[in-house]
């Protein structure tokens, strides 16, 4: 993936890194793990996985093909003692599990530009991990981290441990560049992590202003300060923080917190997105797309409301397709629903933005005209029935045309929309009467 270029030659993301984990190498000498891991690893996925117990089997297979990740098991009946800074040298993503609990050990082990490890347990609580792992690491390629940091040694730092995480980044020198970058020029990014100190603005100020236009879970941030101010804390996650690190920086607690806050932000946008969906569910007809009559119910008190304040009338049109089940009998349900489909899109681009349209039931749909009078009323139901008239249906199984006519019926509204809708629906049968294809209108 190439390095997306954004705002200028000294601002853009890189992203170069960041890959989808398809290959993975496991490096275990307990076959009954080094089995269970490979079967869970492929099992309903498109991962591949090789699988093996030394450090020389593995240097074979390094040198015949590449990996996106590679699980190694710390001890090794092989073990030279400096495996694991020959892949570092390979910059190859290492995730390290280990049965040993020794604490020097794992001291060392976080301080290396590491994905991760974990001590062996039980081989689902093991494999559960694995599992896990990879999915944050896939999930993190679409993810973009704003480093802001006037040291060029911290940033350097924070970059490697994010680039082992496959997340893409940007860095910023001060809190000016940053806000111009997030705040002034929009650009999206899933998490900002800043320093407190720095010149032209300091990260207190670029906190405030960021939240000025981002809640937490849209933007999360993610302080950082060597301050020995026992209030700092407190004032940096008032002033609108997610979290707080102290420096220096410990690069197990700074990928956790990263991991954490990232997860809880993609968890909200999920749910919102979620939550959009369920809405449009319950306010929008599946087949065309318009409304729907729980939407027209929800809306009309706040229409009638603002026309008895501005002193304005309001319309109803509701309109039939003619002979529609002549439709479905001659060209088939799909053909009807296709008709249904293409008479919406005709109402909806022949409404004004103010209009609401809306699929009533069956054949039937509804359009309610805000702020209209009763001859523009009537002009407009005239203007739609000739747009459908003329309106070539052309079936793309066989290149079939054919037309459909409606028939319209109008009504201004009061407060007393149930009445209105009465109104304009008996106007609606009257037109059938009368022959279809015509507007009734009194």
């Known amino acids: 993936m190439a390095t997306k270029i954004l705002q200028s030659n000294t601002i853009e993301i890189q992203s170069q890194h960041c890959s989808c984990i398809k ?5 275990e000498d ?10 869970n690893l492929t099992k309903n996925s498109d991962i591949e996985c090789d699988a093996v117990e030394t450090e020389n089997e593995a240097k074979e297979l390094l040198l015949q093909k590449s990996y996106d990740l590679i699980i190694l098991d710390l001890y090794l009946p092989d073990s030279s003692g400096n495996f694991i800074g020959f892949l570092i040298r390979k910059k190859q993503r290492i995730l390290v599990i280990t049965a040993s609990q020794n604490e020097e050990q794992r001291h060392k082990l976080v301080s290396l530009p590491i994905v991760d490890y974990l001590y062996k347990t039980d081989h689902q609580s093991t494999i559960n991990y694995l599992k896990n792992a990879i999915t944050r690491l896939n999930r993190n390629k679409d993810a973009v981290v704003a480093i802001c940091d006037d040291s060029k040694t911290a940033r350097m730092l924070m970059k490697q441990l994010i680039m082992n995480q496959n997340l893409a980044f940007v860095e910023f020198f001060d809190g000016k560049e940053a806000f111009e970058y997030v705040v002034k020029n929009k650009h999206p990014i899933d998490l900002l992590i800043t320093d407190v100190n720095m010149p032209k603005m300091d990260g207190f100020d670029l906190i405030r202003h960021i939240r000025l236009q981002y809640n937490f879970n849209e933007l999360p941030i993610l302080a950082l300060s060597g301050s020995e101010k026992s209030s700092m804390v407190a004032q940096l996650l008032k002033t609108g923080a997610n979290d707080y690190i102290s420096k220096p920086l410990y690069n197990e607690e700074f990928l956790t917190r990263i991991n954490m806050t990232l997860e809880q932000s993609r968890l909200y946008k999920e749910n919102q997105a979620l939550i959009e969906k369920l809405q449009a569910m319950a306010t929008t007809d599946f ?6 009559r729980n939407y027209f119910f929800s ?4 229409v009638q409301a603002q026309a008895k ?9 509701m309109l039939d ?10 060209f088939g349900h799909d053909a009807g629903d296709f008709t249904l489909v293409e008479i919406a899109k005709t109402l909806q681009e022949a409404a004004r933005e103010s209009d609401i349209v809306c699929r009533w039931g069956g054949e039937e749909f509804l359009i309610l005209v805000q702020k209209s009078t ?4 009537c002009n407009f139901a005239r203007r739609i029935r000739l747009l459908i008239e003329k309106k070539d249906l052309v079936l793309d199984v066989d290149a079939l045309t054919f037309h459909v006519t409606a028939s319209i019926g109008v009504a201004l509204g009061d407060d007393n929309i149930e009445a209105a809708i009465s109104t304009a629906d008996a106007r609606l049968y009257r037109a059938k009467e009368n022959g279809r294809n015509q507007v009734v209108c009194n």
């Open 23 to 27: 290959n993975i190498l496991v490096i």
């Open 321 to 330: 397709i003619d002979y529609f089940k002549k439709v479905n009998d001659t």
């Open 299 to 302: 809306t009309i008190k706040h």
């Open 374 to 377: 009763f001859e523009e009323l």
């Open 287 to 292: 087949l065309t797309k318009l409304y729907n």
């Open 309 to 317: 304040r501005t002193n304005y009338q309001y319309g109803v049109i």
């Open 30 to 39: 307990s076959l009954s793990l080094l089995h269970s891991i490979k079967e």
